[in-house]
C-alpha cells in the first residue's frame, strides 16, 4: 500500500511514518504542501494522510487541488481542530476521512486501511440512470440532462447508492456503510453534508426527497 503522509511537524511525521512502515506500508513523507502536491503528482498514492494545517500551501488547498485533478488517492485529513464545522468543511473539501490531532496511532492505522479498502470498488453496474441523471460508475462521470456534474467521491457514492436503489428508500444507516466506512461510525453529519451537496451540484428541479427519519430516496 502507497500512503503520502503530508505533515509539518518533522518529529511527528517521522514517527507516524516509522510506524505504519512497521505495518508494511510503503510510506513517503512531505513536510508542506508544495512538496506534497509534487510527490503526489509523481506517484499514485492509495492513501494521502493529509495535514490540515501546512506551510507553503495549506492542506485544505492540497486536499482540494487532489481531488480536481481527479487523483484517485483517499485522502485523511489531520487537524488540530475538531469541532463539527471543521470536520463538514474537511469533508466538503473532498477529504473521505477526518481524523482529530491528538488520535491513537491505532485509529489512524485502521482509517488507512478502511480507505485503501475502499479504494477503487467492484462489482456494479457500469452506467446507472434515472430520471435523467446518469452515472458511468467506472469512470466516476456523473450528469443530469447532458449536463456534466462535478462530484467529490463521497457525492458519487451517494448518488450510486441512491440510482441502484431504483426509486427505493435508502436509510442513512445504508449511506454510512455504502459509502463511508460501517467500523469507522462517521457521524449522520457526513451523510447530511454530502447530500446537501448533492442536492446543491444537481440542480432543479429537485431529484433527492428526505424521507423524515429514514433517509433518503432519488
Ligand atoms: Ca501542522
Redesign the pocket.
Known sequence: MHVLLV???VELAQMLADGLRGEGMDVRVAHDGPRALEQAAATEFDVVVL????PGISGDAVCRTLVRAGSPARILMLT?AGTVSDRVDGLALGADDYLSKPFAYVELVARIHALARRRGGSGSPTVLERHGVRLDVARRLAERDGRPLALTRRELGVLETLLLADGGIVTTRELLEQVWDPYLTPETTAVKVAVYQLRKKLGKPPLIETVPRFGYRL
Open positions: 505533515e509539518d511537524e495535514d490540515r494545517d501546512l488540530a
